[in-house]
């Protein structure tokens, strides 16, 4: 028990965001409740609700809040099809998402990837390839590489001819620190670092496979080995079983961690962490799904809230060390696709215990679980 209040920013942000995120503080209020703690919420537009409340993505206000919070509870941004006139630059996913994870120096992107016994039917993969249960954590970086090097630019270089370049760079002392994270991450686990990288071309893979090697003398009881990215996408495939924690730069931590996501049947099964440098015992940490929008079905008690809901246990877990109530959201997630309640991304009608529910009912049973 504490008698700490965690401050809380909840950025609900566009499309699904203000659903899911609802039911996520419904399970956070009836976490408060259950283990005797106090979360002072506030909530913060963002994104397309950002530009539409103060004329931008990332409002000053929202930011100020940001930096005064203990953590932050993220939804999610962007709404492809709205105003096209808006410059890249000022757009929702730069402008808000990117800018917060270089502003907070997120630096450390967790996904775990989780298939739920009772949803093998919801993976793509036969239940062989399934095994005994699929469960990696993608280790992205998140504040490097081609998303932020420079230079970044579109430039003409002859009439009609344009020219796009994006820089893929990175350091020593970045490459380190993201692999320390794998590493203590996966002493925690199976005790596996799959480190993701394409040596065989880029001068960043090589210097990636080199530090990665380094740091890997500081884990003696930790597994490494080393796969070129191609590779890896096609053994997700094969054989996710192979995989504890898999260890990627920017770019390919973006691309597996959405194929990696497949697996667990659904996007919105997935939560993430980006969590920044430790403060005595607390990390400044950033909490979102790892799906997106969904502007398809935003508004209509669809959304699978599970994703943002466990985002909120990875809050408890990573920022604020309370691992009892962390546990209670997992376990009430756990019951209650156990009890049968699926919304309908993990719906099958071929399971005959599956009953079909809202984004509302789900949030009340995981509530009602904890
Ligand atoms: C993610 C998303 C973002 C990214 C987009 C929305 C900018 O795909 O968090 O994986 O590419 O990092
Ligand atoms: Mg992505």
């Given at each position: 028990m504490s008698s700490k209040t965690f401050k809380l920013a909840a950025l609900a942000g566009d499309g699904i965001g203000p659903e899911v995120m609802r039911e996520a503080i419904k399970v956070l209020r009836a976490v408060e409740k259950r283990f005797s703690l106090q979360f002072d919420i506030t909530e913060a537009p963002v994104g397309w609700a950002g530009i539409d409340a103060a004329?931008?993505?990332?409002?000053d206000t929202t930011l100020e809040l940001c930096r005064k919070s203990d953590s932050i509870l993220f939804g999610s941004v962007g709404l492809p099809?709205?105003?096209?006139?808006?410059p890249k630059e000022e757009r929702?996913?730069?402008?808000?998402l990117l800018r917060l994870r270089k502003e907070f120096s997120l630096f450390a992107n967790l996904r775990p990837v989780k298939l739920y016994k009772q949803l093998a039917h919801a993976c793509p993969l036969s239940l062989e390839r399934q095994g005994n249960g699929i469960d990696v954590l993608v280790v992205r970086e998140l504040t490097?590489?081609?998303?932020?090097?420079?230079?970044?630019k579109t430039e003409q270089v002859s009439p009609g001819v344009m020219r796009a370049i994006d820089t893929m760079v990175y350091t020593t002392p970045e490459i380190e620190r993201i692999a320390h994270v794998a590493f203590k991450a996966a002493q925690l686990r199976r005790k596996k670092v799959t480190s993701i990288d394409k040596a065989n071309v880029l001068e960043n893979g090589v210097l990636w496979r080199d530090v990665v090697t380094t740091v890997s003398k500081h884990y003696p009881d930790v597994a490494l080995e080393h796969m070129f990215v191609d590779n890896g996408a096609m053994q997700l495939m094969l054989?996710?079983?192979?995989?504890?924690v898999m260890l990627c730069e920017n770019m390919f931590g973006d691309i597996l961690s959405d194929e990696a996501a497949a697996l667990a049947g659904s996007l919105g099964m997935l939560p993430s962490a980006s969590l920044g440098a430790t403060n005595g015992n607390q990390t400044f940490g950033f909490y979102e799904p790892a799906g997106g929008t969904a502007p398809d079905i935003a508004g209509k008690n669809l959304a699978n809230p599970i994703a943002q809901i466990l985002s909120v246990a990875l809050m408890l877990r990573y920022s604020f060390g309370l691992n009892d109530a962390a546990n209670a959201i997992d376990d009430a997630v756990t019951k209650a696709i156990a009890s049968g309640l699926r919304t309908g991304d993990i719906y099958?009608?071929?399971?005959?215990?599956a009953k079909k529910v809202g984004t509302r009912e789900m949030g009340d049973a995981i509530a009602a679980g904890v």
């Open positions: 004329g931008k993505a990332l409002p099809d709205r105003d096209p006139t808006i929702p996913e730069r402008a808000a490097g590489g081609m998303y932020f090097g420079q230079p970044k054989k996710p079983t192979q995989f504890d099958s009608a071929a399971d005959a215990t």
